[in-house]
C-alpha cells in the first residue's frame, strides 16, 4: 500500500502511447486490463480537475525525422507506411482524449524529449507527473529517467502500464522506477485524485 498524496494543481496524468496498434494485440494488456485501470485514472482526474496530456509517436510525411541509425524507428521509415494526419486516430478508441486535452506528437521514445511538452506542463504550473501507457520498457522508462533528471516529481501506475514482455514489466516497476518514482496502483492513485 503506497501512501500517495498529489496535489491537484499541480498534477497532470499523462496517457502515453496507448496506440490501438501495438496495445491491441499484447496479452499482457487484456489479462491486466490495463485500459479499464487507464479509463478509471482518467476518469478520476476529468472529475477533480485534474491536468490530462496525451502523448503518441508519429511522424511528418517521408519520415523526416527518423534516422536510418535510429534502431527504434528506422523500420518504421523502410516500410514506405504513410503517418496519419491526425494522431488522435493512433489512439485507442477506449481511452480518447476529450475536447481540450492536448496531444503531443513526439519522434522518439521519450515524451519529454524533442516535445512540448514541458513548455505546456511548465504555462500550467505542474511538477507531478502520473504516468500509465505502453510500453513500459519504452516510453515510460525513458520518461521516468529524463523526468527525473528534470526534476518532476513521478507517479507510475503499475496496473496503467503493459509490456510485450511481462517479466520486463515487472523488474521494472519493483526494482528501477522506485528509484526515480512512486510506484502505485490505479485504485491508489483514483483514491489520491479523490481527495480534497
Known amino acids: 500500500m503506497t501512501d500517495l498524496t498529489l496535489d491537484k494543481g499541480r498534477t497532470a496524468v499523462l496517457a502515453a502511447d496507448f496506440h490501438t496498434e501495438g ?6 494488456v487484456q489479462e491486466r486490463q490495463t ?3 487507464a479509463q478509471e485514472v482518467l476518469q478520476a482526474a476529468r472529475s477533480n480537475g485534474v491536468f490530462v496530456a496525451y502523448i503518441v509517436v508519429n511522424f ?11 534502431q527504434t524507428f528506422s523500420q518504421r521509415k523502410a516500410s514506405g507506411q504513410v503517418p496519419p494526419a491526425d494522431p488522435v486516430s493512433l ?3 477506449s481511452v480518447l482524449p476529450q475536447e481540450g486535452e492536448p496531444v503531443i ?4 521514445v521519450n515524451a519529454l524529449h524533442g516535445t512540448d511538452l514541458a513548455m505546456i506542463l511548465g504555462a500550467q504550473n505542474i511538477d507531478t507527473l502520473v504516468l500509465l501507457g505502453h510500453a513500459t520498457s ?3 522508462l525513458s520518461t521516468v529517467r529524463y523526468g ?9 501506475v503499475e496496473d496503467g502500464c503493459a509490456d510485450r514482455d511481462p517479466d520486463v514489466h515487472d523488474f521494472l516497476m519493483e ?3 522506485p528509484r526515480q518514482a512512486t510506484v502505485a496502483s490505479a485504485a491508489e492513485v483514483v483514491a489520491a485524485l479523490g481527495e480534497s
Do not use: C, T, W
Open 175 to 177: 526494482k528501477i522506477f
Open 35 to 37: 485500459f479499464q485501470r
Open 105 to 108: 506528437v513526439k519522434h522518439r
Open 60 to 70: 511528418r510525411p517521408g519520415f523526416p525525422e527518423i534516422s536510418d541509425r535510429n
Open 138 to 140: 519504452g516510453v515510460i
Open 91 to 93: 489512439i485507442h478508441p
Open 23 to 28: 496495445m491491441g494485440d499484447n496479452p499482457m
Open 148 to 156: 527525473a533528471d528534470a526534476d518532476y516529481r513521478l507517479v507510475v
